[in-house]
């Protein structure tokens, strides 16, 4: 529903000019009824197909995508829209994040009751930037924590207990409200302008923290010497446990394919010792 303003050549993220979500009587007519759990929707069969052999081969682990409860709204309705409506029409944005969260919170319910055993669960949001989130912390958590924890909740009756989150920019803020409602394991971490690394949450939050990515990706454009100090770097926070150190996004186009070759033979010598 997002009216965007693209280029010819423009390579980042288009800017939002509008959206078709401009007010309750949009939602209700245009949104909301696409919304509605329905077992139209779910090929329940081949669910149950699946989950009859998954456990056959375990040398990968399995998991499921649990969706967004925010970031999806946020795509519905482009971050300025999203930030005024709270303001603007408080009962209709807490109404739209309950619909989104119930369908999320349907489609997880069939998963696990057709069968499927995941070893784990993942959400994906994107809703910080460097800076911070772009969503009040304390609105987050009032309206969209809850809606996190009973997902979360009906996770650990299924024996899940691991469950992720892809979320760029600087989270930091948002990082308790995810754990406090049943969210374990952040990706990516990212280096970036601002350094984030999982030290420093784990100082902060223990080992009930997990993590995956903060390896700093710029060293594949210089040298093996880079490569070993980035390594060095890594190696305390791996031996914690509950942690993958790995490149965030892309690789960069300066990177030299032999010293990304160096580094993943040089973290199997190292960390499987």
């Not at 207990?161 to 990082?175: A, F, Q, R």
């Not at 990706?187 to 902060?204: A, D, L």
């Not at 070993?228 to 990177?255: F, Q, S, T």
Request: glycine fraction near 8%.
């Amino acid at each position: 529903g997002l009216i965007e303003l693209s280029k010819p050549g423009l390579t980042s993220i288009p800017v939002t000019v509008g959206t078709l979500l401009e007010d309750r009587t949009a939602w209700e007519t245009l949104y909301n009824p696409k919304l509605q759990p329905d077992s139209r929707r779910y090929n329940i069969e081949h669910m149950k197909a699946y989950a009859a052999v998954q456990h056959d081969d375990q040398s990968r682990p399995f998991g499921i995508h649990v969706g967004s409860l925010y970031g999806s709204i946020r795509n519905m309705l482009g971050v300025e829209a999203i930030s005024y409506l709270y303001a603007d029409d408080e009962e209709l944005y807490a109404e739209i994040i309950d619909a989104v969260g119930n369908i999320a919170y349907s489609n997880l319910t069939v998963m696990l009751d057709s069968g499927l055993r995941p070893d784990f669960a993942h959400y994906w949001e994107d809703i910080c930037f460097k800076n911070g989130p772009l969503v009040s912390p304390e609105i987050f958590a009032k309206y969209v924590g809850p809606q996190y924890k009973r997902m979360t909740d009906l996770l650990l009756q299924h024996g899940v207990d691991i469950v992720s989150l892809d979320c760029d920019g600087c989270i930091d803020k948002l990082i308790p409200i995810w754990l406090e409602n049943g969210v374990n394991t952040m990706f990516p971490i990212e280096v970036g302008t601002w350094g984030s690394e999982i030290g420093s949450w784990r100082v902060k939050y223990g080992r009930d923290l997990r993590g995956v990515g903060g390896m700093d990706k710029r060293v594949f454009a210089m040298d093996y010497a880079a490569i070993d100090k980035e390594i060095e770097r890594l190696l305390p926070l791996v031996e914690l446990g509950g942690y993958i150190p790995c490149p965030d996004h892309r690789i960069a186009p300066n990177a030299k394919w032999e010293n990304v070759q160096y580094y993943c033979d040089r973290f199997r010598k190292v960390f499987n010792k």
